[in-house]
């Protein structure tokens, strides 16, 4: 059976990077075969298409006599069939030959047997009602995504990239082939990560993907206003935006979702075809606008920010200023409950804390311990123990490091008010952490007084679902190690 892959380039364009969107060209989406899976006939999108030139694809399929069943192939004769790809084209049960945008293949053919991997495909080729037509056409399938798919079907190789892993889900979905569509799942989470993370959110709902979509979320709440400022935002379909915009534990300023959601409105207005104008940003925003918790920014952050963003109306912007300041309050449209974000936990390492004449100062030097988790979470900051003989304010510069590299730091200062508490030092922003890999967190203090420093440490400790485990630091000059000295907790979101 011969398919030759030819373009046109008349097909709709969605977003790029291959993002599927939600309800977007609906009206251009070509019908799918009766045998595709249901939900090749619900996902009303198309991938975009990310070579120049290529436009909607068409396989043309002519049929042999089928045989009643597919025959059984083990692994090794699929191996042999993808790895002779090309050379007995007339043994071949399906011959691909690939045009531009990739360059002629000289009528290169893989011997496959499709039906033998995919229900989809042995209802297309095999079953009863398969498609007696000459030509069958696959418009929503990137040509890629396809010959990965056919490359494990034939061989059980799995070869995934960035560029290509949303349309071999895609592909993987349509054809029912969930072995390589959980493989693409599993690729999807190891390379999440904030500036990503609502795209992926967005494809996780249409794919069905809900362990996906509980990841995406775990990064969104945590790193809330790097994924509202990254690109990928501005990418995500309507829907998805508003489900964000509600999401009660986002852990970010309500005046940095308000900006996001401009931002995606201009977005938006572009890939309309609309000017960008405070009135179309409305228009395309919809009920969303009146998600934003705009009251519950602070009077300042208001007034420079939303007060004079031109999308809020004159009535709005009167209303919303006389509920800041007025007893008789006016009735808004906006909710009026501050998002509830996400508590930090508190790994605490020490079992006990002292301090003793002469036995520990902060004097510029480096205190640092290493330590590992079981499952992924947000460093937020570092707990410091502060003076042992009264009020005294420290300056300090804190670090995350792996494998030497910095991956956030901040220099600020920090009061101690004598007691044997710790006082917690934030990042600018908290810092994903993976599983199974060993960090560095380090603290360099400078002050006058006497510390307090902890004693009987632990290697591992449990804090609710985490399992921290904690070794010594190569970079800790100033005698801090797992038994006993400072860094006594690591504050985290899970």
């Not at 989470?189 to 996906?212: G, M, Y």
């Not at 940003?281 to 009920?287: A, E, N, P, S, T």
């Not at 006058?448 to 632990?458: I, K, R, V």
Request: with cysteine.
């Amino acid at each position: 059976m011969d398919t030759s892959w030819f373009f046109s380039p008349n097909s709709s364009r969605c977003a790029k990077r291959g993002i599927y969107r939600h309800g977007s060209a609906a009206d251009k989406a070509p019908q799918c075969l009766p045998q595709c899976p249901p939900q090749c006939a619900t996902a009303r999108a198309q991938v975009a298409q990310t070579a120049q030139g290529c436009g909607d694809l068409h396989a043309s399929f002519r049929e042999p006599r089928p045989p009643s069943s597919p025959p059984p192939l083990d692994k090794a004769s699929l191996t042999r069939s993808w790895s002779s790809h090309g050379t007995e084209p007339r043994r071949c049960t399906l011959s691909l030959c690939l045009g531009a945008p990739w360059g002629d293949q000289d009528g290169a053919c893989p011997q496959v047997r499709p039906g033998c991997r995919s229900s989809v495909f042995y209802a297309m080729f095999y079953a009863d009602l398969a498609e007696v037509k000459s030509e069958i056409h696959i418009p929503d399938v990137e040509p890629a995504a396809f010959l990965i798919l056919l490359k494990y079907m034939y061989s059980d190789e799995i070869d995934l990239e960035a560029d290509t892993v949303l349309a071999t889900l895609y592909a993987a979905k349509k054809y029912i082939v969930p072995a390589l569509a959980k493989a693409c799942v599993n690729f999807l989470e190891t390379s999440l990560e904030a500036k990503n993370a609502c795209v992926l959110l967005s494809q996780s709902r249409l794919f069905e993907e809900p362990e996906l979509t509980q990841r995406c979320w775990e990064v969104i709440d945590a790193q809330a206003e790097m994924a509202l400022r990254s690109e990928g935002f501005c990418e995500i379909d309507r829907q998805t935006l508003e489900i964000i915009v509600t999401r009660e534990a986002l852990n970010t300023k309500e005046a940095v979702v308000f900006e996001a959601v401009l931002n995606w409105a201009e977005a938006e207005c572009k890939r309309q075809g609309l000017p960008v104008t405070p009135r179309n940003k409305r228009h395309v925003l919809g009920r969303a606008l009146y998600l934003v918790r705009i009251p519950t920014m602070t009077l300042e952050e208001f007034a420079n920010g939303a007060a004079q963003s031109d999308i809020l109306t004159l009535e709005e912007t009167h209303s919303i200023f006389l509920w800041y300041t007025a007893t008789n309050k006016p009735r808004l449209d906006f909710p009026l409950t501050k998002r509830k974000g996400l508590a930090p936990q508190r790994c605490h390492r020490f079992q006990s804390s002292a301090y003793r004449s002469n036995q520990w100062r902060y004097r510029g030097r480096c205190d640092s311990i290493q330590f590992a988790v079981d499952r992924r979470v947000f460093i937020a900051g570092l707990g410091l123990y502060g003076s042992s003989s009264g009020k005294a304010e420290y300056s300090v510069k804190i670090e995350l490091k792996r494998l030497g590299v910095v991956l956030a730091q901040n220099l600020t200062k920090f009061m101690s008010d004598g007691s044997s508490n710790t006082f917690p030092v934030w990042f600018e922003h908290p810092v994903q952490v993976e599983q199974d890999t060993f960090y560095t967190a380090s603290a360099v203090l400078d002050g006058s007084e006497l510390s307090y420093f902890g004693q009987e440490g632990m290697t591992e400790v449990q804090c609710g679902k985490v399992a921290f485990q904690f070794q010594c630091s190569s970079d800790s000059t100033n005698g801090t190690g797992v038994q006993g000295g400072q860094i006594p907790e690591l504050i985290f979101y899970a």
